[in-house]
């Protein structure tokens, strides 16, 4: 096994996570979804820009590097442009992933307030934010298939929300090492 392989593998969940988003928003047919997305990659590039103004054509491509970062920007804009955001269709894919994209990033920036390591993970390891959102947008549409509620239950929106910050501390941990950020005493 070549010893770049974890790298590249990781690489390759950054386009499949951007492109599993904008193939359930381009085949659910909902116009204001593909609105959404579109405003939300120009919202980052305006943001990346105006983070770093010395880069003059990153703020294009910036939004690749953080696909769940734009995935959570759609899901939170196009989860407010409905009528009521938890009155989801029944198995609706992009529905579940909206709501789980945005709920995780939620719970990830509630814990970021508190954890150093969540907002490194955040920032500077996209391919583990990645498979954690992947994740929890998996388990929370694997639980609207196995229910018949239009309605998420209590428990599936708090897993959507303590369920990415765990990880992304996990991951923050792993980062430094295992050692522990308050010294020898935790």
Request: aromatic share 12%.
């Amino acid at each position: 096994m070549h010893p770049d392989a974890p790298l590249w593998v990781s690489l390759l969940l950054l386009p499949a996570f951007a492109a599993r988003g904008v193939w359930r928003v381009l085949r659910s047919g909902d116009g204001v979804a593909l609105a959404m997305l579109i405003a939300s990659w120009f919202a980052l590039a305006i943001g990346f820009k105006l983070l770093r103004p010395s880069l003059a054509v990153s703020a294009l491509w910036l939004p690749c590097f953080y696909p769940y970062l734009w995935q959570g920007v759609f899901a939170g804009g196009w989860l407010l442009c409905r009528p009521d955001p938890l009155a989801l269709p029944a198995r609706q894919v992009l529905a579940s992933d909206a709501l789980a994209l945005a709920l995780g990033h939620l719970g990830v920036l509630a814990g970021g307030l508190f954890s150093q390591d969540i907002r490194h993970a955040y920032w500077y390891r996209p391919a583990a934010m990645t498979l954690v959102f992947w994740l929890a947008s998996l388990l929370l549409q694997l639980y609207r298939v196995r229910s018949h509620r239009n309605h998420a239950s209590v428990l599936a929106l708090a897993c959507q929300l303590i369920l990415p910050a765990l990880l992304a501390a996990g991951v923050g941990w792993l980062a430094r090492g295992g050692r522990p950020t308050f010294g020898p005493w935790f």
